[in-house]
Antibody, heavy 118, light 106 residues
Framework: EVQLVESGGNLVQPGGSLRLSCVASGFTFSSYWMHWVRQAPGKGLVWVSRINSDGSTTSYADSVKGRFTISRDNAKNTLSLQMNSLRAGDTAVYYC???????????WGQGTLVTVSS | SYELTQPPSVSVSPGQTASITCSGDKLGDNYVCWYQQKPGQSPVLIIYQDTKRPSGIPERFSGSNSGNTATLTISGTQAMDEADYYCQAWDGFTVVFGGGTKLTVL
C-alpha cells in the first residue's frame, strides 16, 4: 500500500525556519518525481515545488523561490522541504504528493500544518 | 502565468447531473485531471488524462476536455459527492491548479 507521511509542521515566528519531511512507503520511491503542494486555511491548492527522481532537478513557485529548498534521500525514502524566511502568507497545510506520467498526483500525504505567526 | 478558472460553487439535487467546468487558454491541448477533497481530508485523484478514472472511482464520475474548457460530470449525484473539486493541468513548465469548486448537494 502506497503511503506518504508528512511531519515537521509547527507554529513558527515570521522570519523563522522549518523543515518538513515526507516518508514514503509501498512503492519504489526513487522512481518517482515528488512535489509539495500547499493549501492555506479555507483556500485552494497551490503548487510549491518539485524534484525529479534522482534529485538532480528542482523547481519552485515564484512565491517561495530563494526561501524554500526541496531535497530527497532515496536511501531513506524521504522527501524534505527546508523553509526559511517564513512569512504569514506561508501559513498552510503542506502536502507531499507522488507525480505520475501524465502530470497528475496519484497519491497524497495527510498533510502537515505550518503556522507562521508572532 | 497560466491560469485555470473554475466556478466557486455549483449546486445539484440528489440524483441529478452536476457539471463543473475548468477554463484555460487552449486547455484542450493539455491533459487535465480532477481531484475531490472533502473537509479535513487530502485530495483524491478522480479523473486523469482528461477522461480516465483511477481504480475505485465510481463510474458516475466522468471527464472531458476540448478547446478552452474541461468538464467534470457527476451523473446521479449522491450526498457523499458533496466536496471541493479541483482541476489541474501542466502548462509545459509547472503544475497549475484551478481555484476549486464547492459542490453542494441539496
Amino acid at each position: 500500500e502506497v503511503q506518504l507521511v508528512e511531519s515537521g509542521g509547527n507554529l513558527v515566528q515570521p522570519g523563522g525556519s522549518l523543515r518538513l519531511s515526507c516518508v514514503a512507503s509501498g512503492f519504489t520511491f526513487s522512481s518517482y518525481w515528488m512535489h509539495w503542494v500547499r493549501q492555506a486555511p479555507g483556500k485552494g491548492l497551490v503548487w510549491v515545488s518539485r524534484i525529479n527522481s534522482d534529485g538532480s532537478t528542482t523547481s519552485y513557485a515564484d512565491s517561495v523561490k530563494g526561501r524554500f529548498t526541496i531535497s530527497r534521500d532515496n536511501a531513506k525514502n524521504t522527501l524534505s522541504l527546508q523553509m526559511n524566511s517564513l512569512r504569514a502568507g506561508d501559513t498552510a497545510v503542506y502536502y507531499c504528493a507522488r507525480y505520475i506520467a501524465a502530470h497528475e498526483f496519484d497519491y497524497w500525504g495527510q498533510g502537515t500544518l505550518v503556522t507562521v505567526s508572532s | 502565468s497560466y491560469e485555470l478558472t473554475q466556478p466557486p460553487s455549483v449546486s445539484v439535487s440528489p440524483g441529478q447531473t452536476a457539471s463543473i467546468t475548468c477554463s484555460g487558454d487552449k486547455l484542450g491541448d493539455n491533459y487535465v485531471c480532477w481531484y475531490q477533497q472533502k473537509p479535513g481530508q487530502s485530495p483524491v485523484l478522480i479523473i486523469y488524462q482528461d477522461t480516465k478514472r483511477p481504480s475505485g472511482i465510481p463510474e458516475r464520475f466522468s471527464g472531458s476536455n476540448s478547446g478552452n474548457t474541461a468538464t467534470l460530470t457527476i451523473s446521479g449525484t449522491q450526498a457523499m459527492d458533496e466536496a471541493d473539486y479541483y482541476c489541474q493541468a501542466w502548462d509545459g513548465f509547472t503544475v497549475v491548479f484551478g481555484g476549486g469548486t464547492k459542490l453542494t448537494v441539496l
